[in-house]
């Protein structure tokens, strides 16, 4: 059978490519490179998805930013108001001071508070405690949205190291291990194994493009099968018949179309209901 050979010439390319469609790294994404329009644009008009996906430590930093900016501004407004508007304010720190008392919303004590009759000043702190409500909502809802993200869930997924060829019954298989390493259940797991390959026929402008098409999955059995019990590691494979896109490969076809094969595991969190994707 030439199967066995073919099939781990296949694999020893995929672990070592110089860049993998799917890495250790970045476990939740997957390594491609968009052209033909800028990354700015686009994300920029998104902010909502931009601030759940950014890196933590970015994100740390436009967190606070955003607020120290809003307070710096409203600080300098106020310290344009007249003397008399808002007492107590000598110079600008003063001024930075009131306009966090206002954002928070912690109340004015001694000297700086605004004079009731002043109409532009009292228009002002009402603006900023409109806004600040809105940044304060809008910050919560994005921080609670990336704690509870389902795709931190992944990380206690773990597929075998190694894809192993088997031969029983006259049938080969091409098999790896799944577990759960949480004791609560991920709902409805559906395995898919992919095979992506390089088309230098597709017509793209640059002549040339990753095409991929879904392997047959199946869990022990003969009966193709994506559903997979992760109650224990459960093992799942692709037989490799006469329909198979393996079949009747040579090693030259394998290395000339860059092939590699990436796991997917779809299932729903049973604790969040969240809807997880596990690579």
Sequence with gaps: M????????????TSSMRQRVCT??????????????????VYGTDLFHTMLHIPKGRFCLVFFAIYLFQYAVFGLLYYLQAEHCIKGVKHYLHA?????????????????????????????????????????????????????????????????????MTHQNG????????ANIRKHQILRP?????LLRFNSKHPDAD???YLHQELQT????????KIAWLGLPTSMSHIIDADSPLSGMM?????????????????????????????
């Design 2 to 13: 030439k199967e066995e050979p073919l099939l781990q010439t296949m694999l020893q390319r």
């Design 24 to 41: 250790n790294r970045k476990q939740h994404g997957l390594v491609a490179r968009r052209e033909g329009l800028s990354k700015t644009i």
């Design 96 to 164: 930075l001071w009131f306009s966090v008392q206002t954002a928070a919303t912690i109340g004015y004590g001694g000297d700086l508070s605004p004079d009731p009759y002043c109409s532009a000043t009292n228009a002002l702190v009402t603006c900023q405690v409109i806004i600040s409500l809105l940044t304060d909502y809008s910050m919560l809802g994005i921080v609670f949205t990336r704690f509870a993200n389902p795709s931190s869930r992944t990380s206690t997924i773990r597929f075998s190291k190694q894809m192993a």
């Design 171 to 178: 049938i080969w298989r091409l098999t790896f291990r799944v």
């Design 190 to 194: 559906e395995v898919r194994i992919l």
């Design 207 to 209: 002549g040339a493009g």
């Design 218 to 225: 199946t869990s022990g059995g003969l009966t193709p099968s």
């Design 251 to 279: 090693p030259a076809d394998m290395e000339q179309e860059d092939m590699e094969i990436l796991v997917l595991l779809d299932g729903i969190d049973a604790t969040t209901s969240g809807v997880l994707q596990a690579r």
